[in-house]
């Protein structure tokens, strides 16, 4: 029993960490409180965003801000996801278009084979 506890606290602070946003080049997503709270925050990260060519929007039900941007293989033909440097659409076999994809998309994976991804 002791050591279920042992590793079920240890998946949880493995999954809290990948959560954990890092410093170097990330786009931080902020929620409509966030951004009342530090608008200059926000600005900060949208004059960012657009510095790289992306365009910052609202997205998901929640209503968070984020950068979107266009992958330098967005459209080139792919077979599995490790072809493109973000996802690989199964439907048209291209890589994706904008970075990140919100919604449920039909992706390929490492091995090629068909898998649904759901964000919101």
Known sequence: MRLASLISGLVFAVCLAACA??????DVILGP????SDPSNAATQQVACERR?????TVG???LMTCFT???DAG????????????CLARSRSCAPIQPLYGCNDLLDAQGRTVTQCVD
């Open 61 to 63: 039900l929640g209503g």
């Open 70 to 72: 266009t992958p330098k």
């Open 53 to 57: 060519g992306g365009e910052w929007r």
């Open 21 to 26: 946003p890092s410093d170097e080049g990330s």
């Open 76 to 87: 080139k033909y792919c077979t599995k996801s490790t072809e493109c440097s973000t996802e």
């Open 33 to 36: 409180g966030a951004a009342a």
